[in-house]
């Protein structure tokens, strides 16, 4: 009788206040069982060693802070192991932050672009002074590196008229945003050997996210998913 009077109040202020509703839909466990139920993954991804995919060998990395909302060390030596293996690498990357990544893969490539709102509109989602400033730090003065600003849902990727070897996307982690992201990556930027990785496929290397997994299998169809693996002692998903 206890738990069905929760759930006649967990409705009732449901009912009252709609947008409680997103949070029930967003909770991790229901993305595990949406990525269950439709793609029959309760674990996740399977698992590819990175020696699989950069042949192994030491790796130097640019600058890392360390800090919370970066990628770990072994997300940085993916995306450098793979620049390295590719003439003439083109990169493009949603997602700019302090620029760790792109500073990362600059000097293994032949040009970088890299994506982030504008100043403008992160005032506006009231994002900190300081975190603002921060966008950029390590990739504003590299010589091939391209700072484009817009929203990605809203960007005119079809206007770069350009494909790109290696996508890194690491933009907002809703099942929207990533969705979004996957399905204009997929349409405009990719040729067919492009590598894409996806960013915070987990919360850690051991925990899947899933409302993220949802968001990549979604994305890119089902011609494509088998080809998508999560990289081991990462906390990213890939394409190859």
């Known amino acids: 009788m206890r ?4 759930a006649l109040k967990a409705l009732w202020w449901i009912l009252r206040r709609p947008v409680l509703l997103n949070r029930v839909l967003s909770h991790e466990d229901s993305w595990q069982s949406y990525v269950e139920k439709n793609f029959a993954l309760p674990g996740g991804l399977p698992v590819v060693d990175m020696d699989q995919l950069t042949g192994g060998g030491s790796l130097s990395l640019g600058p890392m802070t360390y800090l919370d909302g970066g990628s770990l060390p072994t997300d940085l030596m993916l995306l450098a192991g793979l ?25 293994r490539a032949s040009a970088c672009h890299t994506l982030c709102l504008d100043d403008q509109e992160m005032e506006r989602l009231g994002m900190h002074p300081r975190s603002i400033e921060s966008h950029g730090l390590f990739s504003r003065e590299l010589d091939n590196v391209i700072q484009l600003r817009g929203d990605s849902r809203k960007f ?5 008229k350009q494909k790109f070897d290696l996508i890194f996307i690491d933009g907002d982690h809703h099942y929207d945003f990533v969705k979004s992201d996957t399905v204009n990556v997929f349409r405009h930027l990719v040729h067919e050997k492009s590598i894409v990785v996806w960013h915070d496929y987990g919360f850690q290397p051991d925990r899947v996210r899933f409302e993220v997994l949802a968001a990549i299998l979604e994305g890119i169809g089902p011609l494509r998913r088998d080809l998508v693996y999560h990289v081991a002692h990462t906390k990213c998903a890939i394409y190859t």
């Open 3 to 6: 738990k069905t009077r929760k």
């Open 83 to 107: 620049a390295e293996q590719m003439e003439e690498c083109h990169y493009f990357e949603i997602g700019t932050w302090r620029g760790e990544s792109v500073a990362t893969v600059a000097p």
């Open 156 to 160: 005119d990727f079809q206007g770069l």
